[in-house]
């Protein structure tokens, strides 16, 4: 069962652009939502994360966007550079007994930004 | 403050074979996480730790996949025999307990199954 939906799976931007990916999720019991950005032949790292009860978060040229109704929450990443050119994958999380919390992935976006 | 660390990088063994992982969590970190994620694929958790005690393992193979965190810090996953469908990057993560939900991952293993 896909808990987290996320789309689209490539994505190509001209340089200054707005990229957007969007992610939609199932289970009411998240309560994290990150997004991760993974670049070739490194692990994921964590770019900026939001909690339920607001509905968006910016970090310099990151966004985050969220829907707790229609339970999407998206990411728009203005100003796109080439550097950004990586994927990104949404995640929800909930705690778990004994402790910490489980992260459910989505399937990742490939973001290529031009010039 | 250092990474978390993974080793090998990368391994290449024939199905059937065993093969183990290692991972040394960032100094401090008692939440331990092991995830498989396949080529074009979001990561997918195999098994958590807390300290030396297994919190959540319900997605881990269990005839084939193995973990342990002995001494609470760091750890090893182990296939055997291993398959094709193993073939993945396994990637460990940590976490400080009481900060909040980040995760830090390692670089990884690439593990290919021929």
């Known amino acids: 069962q896909q808990q987290v939906k996320q789309s689209p799976q490539s994505l190509i931007v001209q340089k200054g652009g707005i990229s957007i990916i969007n992610c939609a999720y199932e289970?009411?019991?998240?309560?994290?939502f990150p997004w991760y950005q993974q670049f070739p032949g490194k692990g994921p790292a964590l770019l900026i994360a939001?909690?339920?009860?607001?509905s968006e978060k910016k970090e310099g040229r990151f966004t985050i966007s969220f829907n707790k109704s229609a339970k999407q929450f998206s990411l728009h990443i203005m100003d796109s550079q080439p550097g950004d050119s990586a994927t990104y994958f949404c995640a929800a999380s909930k705690g778990v007994t004994g402790g910490g919390n489980k992260l459910t992935f989505g399937t990742g976006t490939q973001l290529k930004v031009e010039l | 403050e250092a990474g978390v660390a993974q080793s090998p990088r990368y391994k290449i063994i024939e199905k059937r074979q065993s093969v183990a992982f290692w991972c040394n969590p960032i100094?401090?970190?008692?939440?331990l996480y092991w995830y498989q994620q396949i080529l074009g694929q979001g990561p997918k958790l195999l098994i958590q730790f807390q300290n030396n005690g297994v919190v959540d393992d319900s997605q881990l193979p269990k005839d084939r996949f193995s973990a342990e965190r002995l001494k609470g810090v760091d750890s090893t996953l182990k296939i055997q025999p291993a398959k094709l469908e193993d073939s993945a990057v396994y990637l460990c993560a940590s976490r400080r307990w009481g900060s909040g939900y980040e995760q830090y991952f390692g670089p990884g293993t690439r593990l290919t199954v021929t």
């Open positions: 289970n009411t019991a998240f309560d994290y």
């Open positions: 100094s401090g970190h008692a939440t």
């Open positions: 939001i909690r339920p009860d607001v």
